[in-house]
T-cell receptor, first 113, second 110 residues
Framework: DTEVTQTPKHLVMGMTNKKSLKCEQH?????MYWYKQKAKKPPELMFV???????INESVPSRFSPECPNSSLLNLHLHALQPEDSALYLC????????????FGPGTRLLVL | RKEVEQDPGPFNVPEGATVAFNCTYS??????FFWYRQDCRKEPKLLMS???SGNEDGRFTAQLNRASQYISLLIRDSKLSDSATYLC???????????FGKGTRLSVIA
């Protein structure tokens, strides 16, 4: 089963709201990722977790706060976002290394008003 | 030179045609190469990994040329359902994760 699930599928939030995106995988993968994707652009890496520890933060603004409660779950906490943060947020996982095949969830489509 | 470069297309081909995409990469130490497919408003899905000796999966053939630092994807007998964006993905410099090309858009027309 190569399934990564994400909730919610769609999210609309105001600039003063606090919300969280959730990602889950049960493949026993130890590397998990958050990507942001704007229309007609490739996915842009935000964070990498390896063995539940943050290993890469691609200079993402602090209004995005990742969390890895356990090896199956990855959250992205959102606070005081800007309209330009509207995008598709993709979660992915890979077995161990951050250079292996990554399996993507369906994404959360976020609109910031 | 960008780490991974692809022709953005679009490639508009009739059903049954053969179409090929190339992708060049800048890191000569790269070891992992993939083609992903992304449909409109969906997530990227692995199409195939690319191996040194080249590999085939049905109508799809992937090749790696290390000397010239490019990978290719050949699609034979194109179907309408092949219409998508094809992303070339290569492992990055040092310990950085996979790097995505900007994608090549394919439209197969009836």
């Amino acid at each position: 089963d190569t399934e990564v699930t994400q909730t919610p599928k769609h999210l609309v939030m105001g600039m003063t709201n606090k919300k969280s995106l959730k990602c889950e995988q049960h493949m026993g993968h130890r590397a998990m990722y958050w990507y942001k994707q704007k229309a007609k652009k490739p996915p842009e890496l935000m964070f990498v977790y390896s063995y539940e520890k943050l290993s890469i933060n691609e200079s993402v603004p602090s209004r995005f706060s990742p969390e890895c409660p356990n090896s199956s779950l990855l959250n992205l906490h959102l606070h005081a976002l800007q309209p330009e943060d509207s995008a598709l947020y993709l979660c992915a996982s890979s077995q161990v290394s951050n250079q292996e095949t990554q399996y993507f969830g369906p994404g959360t489509r976020l609109l910031v008003l | 030179r960008k780490e991974v470069e692809q022709d953005p297309g679009p490639f508009n081909v009739p059903e049954g045609a053969t179409v090929a995409f190339n992708c060049t990469y800048s890191n000569s130490a790269s070891q992992s190469f993939f083609w992903y497919r992304q449909d409109c408003r969906k997530e990227p899905k692995l199409l195939m990994s690319v191996y040194s000796s080249g590999n085939e999966d049905g109508r799809f053939t992937a090749q790696l040329n290390r000397a010239s630092q490019y990978i290719s994807l050949l699609i034979r007998d194109s179907k309408l359902s092949d219409s998508a964006t094809y992303l070339c993905v290569v492992n990055g410099r040092g310990n950085t994760p996979l790097v995505f090309g900007k994608g090549t858009r394919l439209s197969v027309i009836a």
